[in-house]
Nanobody, 115 residues
Framework: QVQLVESGGGLVQAGGSLRLSCAAS????????MGWYRQALGKQRELVAT???????NYADSVKGRFTISRDNAKNTVYLQMNTLKPEDTAVYHC?????????WGKGTLVTVSS
């Protein structure tokens, strides 16, 4: 079992920045991949970025060059630094850990970008 708790969302103007955090607990020592997904109102959940334990990263094209994913393995925490935010980045951002054939999700944190 893995529990995930996100924080750091909020309201920001277009062009601004936010940093999201996700702390993992439970069987966190076994985690390899950690990721961020987002779901805008009326849309499907989509991948934002993932990172492995060895810091190999993957980004959605829509966020490349603006968002940076990182992690602190000692703290079992993954971060998402979001810069140059756009109104279309508005969504609930969920932390994800795939492990042992199960997808673990956090409850999400809302990011709202005003124009």
């Amino acid at each position: 079992q893995v529990q995930l708790v996100e924080s750091g969302g909020g309201l920001v103007q277009a062009g601004g920045s936010l940093r999201l955090s996700c702390a993992a607990s439970g069987s966190a020592f076994s985690i390899n991949v950690m990721g961020w997904y987002r779901q805008a109102l009326g849309k499907q959940r989509e991948l934002v970025a993932t990172i492995t334990k060895r810091d190999s990263t993957n980004y959605a094209d829509s966020v490349k060059g603006r968002f940076t994913i990182s992690r602190d393995n000692a703290k079992n925490t993954v971060y998402l630094q979001m810069n140059t935010l756009k109104p279309e980045d508005t969504a609930v951002y969920h932390c994800n850990v795939p492990m042992w054939g199960i997808n673990y999700w956090g409850k999400g944190t809302l990011v709202t970008v005003s124009s």
